[in-house]
């Protein structure tokens, strides 16, 4: 498989919701960076928007637990998801994807975000993957101009 495919065959095990095949296109050391207190993190009550601010390392999420949120957490905290993807570009090991995901949160609110992925890829595997996104709109539309809270409980990696 190509790094292009590997990818695109990573967002169809997210779509299923396949803990074991998203798994298997993890390398077991595999990285996801994402914005450290982000509306999604804060939700689920995996961090605090105090850990907001420059890249510290404060929401890297290691194997488990991205097959914890992929595969049991994102379909949980967004429904009625529709995701229109925008561009995937490969050159050698790297991808990047970008797409715009609408959702429903757990407390009513409309979600509309667009999203760009990193992915590095070796062996057939994803190694790193960095996430950016709007972090701000984001958080606007899980909590408006109320205090963060958690919505739903995430998953612990390790179930």
């Given at each position: 498989?190509?790094?292009k495919?590997?990818?695109?065959?990573l967002?169809?095990?997210?779509?299923?919701?396949?803990?074991?095949?998203?798994?298997?296109?993890?390398?077991?050391?595999?990285?996801?960076?994402?914005?450290?207190?982000?509306?999604?993190?804060?939700?689920?009550?995996?961090?605090?928007?105090?850990?907001?601010?420059?890249?510290?390392?404060?929401?890297?999420?290691?194997?488990?637990?991205?097959?914890?949120?992929?595969?049991?957490?994102y379909?949980?905290?967004?429904?009625?998801?529709?995701?229109?993807?925008?561009?995937?570009?490969?050159?050698?090991?790297?991808?990047?994807?970008?797409?715009?995901?609408?959702?429903?949160?757990?407390?009513?609110?409309?979600?509309?975000?667009?999203?760009?992925?990193?992915?590095?890829?070796?062996?057939g595997?994803?190694?790193?993957?960095?996430?950016?996104?709007?972090?701000?709109?984001?958080?606007?539309?899980?909590?408006?101009?109320?205090?963060?809270?958690?919505?739903?409980?995430?998953?612990?990696?390790?179930?």
């Amino acid at each position: 498989m190509t790094a292009k495919e590997t990818v695109q065959a990573l967002y169809a095990a997210y779509a299923a919701g396949d803990p074991d095949r998203i798994a298997a296109l993890l390398d077991p050391d595999v990285v996801w960076v994402a914005p450290a207190g982000n509306a999604t993190q804060v939700a689920l009550g995996l961090g605090s928007a105090d850990d907001a601010g420059p890249p510290r390392s404060l929401n890297d999420l290691d194997r488990d637990a991205i097959v914890a949120f992929m595969a049991y957490d994102y379909p949980r905290f967004f429904a009625n998801v529709a995701f229109e993807p925008r561009s995937m570009v490969g050159e050698g090991n790297v991808v990047l994807a970008e797409h715009r995901m609408s959702a429903t949160l757990p407390n009513g609110r409309p979600y509309v975000n667009d999203y760009c992925f990193a992915y590095e890829v070796a062996d057939g595997r994803v190694t790193a993957i960095r996430e950016y996104m709007d972090t701000r709109g984001g958080w606007l539309q899980v909590f408006g101009d109320d205090s963060p809270k958690v919505l739903l409980t995430g998953t612990p990696p390790d179930s």
